[in-house]
């Protein structure tokens, strides 16, 4: 398989192992619950996550966050994070078009702003950092539209989901049950 992650339909679930083969977070997983209850039996570790998560959101325009958390929760094919990220999008005003467009960014380009494109591939780079590490371009790119601060800002959000995403996938998280409210 090539690098782009848009040239294969579900790269999070070739990475898995193909969909019936008892990959994590596929359907029945711990018997239809969760393996572990992650905040409360880690709650310090849980509660810095959640800071985290918050100050690298702060600033930063709230449609791109969804967008980074739905890119990410896509390419590392989490079901849980990508159903609740693309919700609170839709409650927040996002299209269903540029929901859908999500997932072929680099074909799609005309739905979103040269920003959006710069995060998305930045996105895509520190996720599947292991593949190629994050290429010069990619990073200049980003470096060129967001000041030091914000690229900061969007590089923890990229992490950060990148960590929810490992923990929901661990876990065994069921898409459908936010937990949050």
Not at 96 to 112: D, I, K, S
Not at 115 to 140: C, F, S
Not at 157 to 180: M, Q
């Amino acid at each position: 398989m090539g690098t782009d992650p848009d040239r294969h339909p579900d790269p999070g679930e070739a990475r898995r192992g193909g969909e019936g083969d008892g990959g994590v977070g596929g359907p029945g997983q711990a018997g239809g619950r969760t393996r572990l209850d992650f905040g409360r039996s880690a709650r310090k570790a849980f509660r810095a996550l959640v800071g985290l998560d918050a100050a690298a959101r702060e600033g930063l325009d709230p449609a791109l966050v969804e967008l980074i958390q739905i890119r990410a929760s896509r390419l590392n094919g989490c079901a849980y994070c990508l159903h609740m990220h693309t919700g609170d999008a839709r409650r927040a005003g996002e299209s269903e078009e540029r929901l859908h467009m999500v997932a072929v960014w680099r074909e799609a380009r005309h739905f979103f702003t040269e920003r959006e494109q710069a995060a998305l591939a930045l996105t895509d780079a520190v996720t599947l950092v292991a593949d190629d590490g994050v290429p010069d371009d990619v990073y200049a790119a980003a470096a060129a539209r967001f000041d030091e601060s914000e690229l900061a800002q969007v590089l923890a959000l990229i992490c950060t989901i990148n960590t929810w995403n490992r923990v929901a996938l661990t876990t065994a998280k069921i898409a459908g049950t936010d937990e949050r409210r």
